[in-house]
């Protein structure tokens, strides 16, 4: 685990860059290892996701629980 935050999201439609707390290519490694696949951008605090046409509730669902697996919740 390492601590990580979603500072914002951009973009619209099916293109979206979530704005790390940390480097997105730590982020992405992580995610990699729960079958997420995610890409970097020209900012280093971004981590791109592009999703499929096909995109279902449950691939959100994944993500969601991926990000949480790798950042716990802080209080």
């Given at each position: 685990?390492?601590?990580?935050s979603v ?42 996701i592009l ?18 697996n790798i ?5």
């Open positions: 685990f390492f601590p990580i500072k914002r999201i951009q973009g619209v439609g099916l293109l979206l860059g979530l704005v790390c707390s940390r480097p997105a290519i730590e982020v992405r490694d992580a995610l990699l290892e729960h079958d997420i696949l995610t890409g970097t951008s020209g900012d280093p605090d971004v981590l791109r999703a499929p046409l096909v995109l279902e509730s449950d691939h959100v669902d994944q993500l969601a629980l991926a990000l949480r950042a716990p919740a802080t209080d």
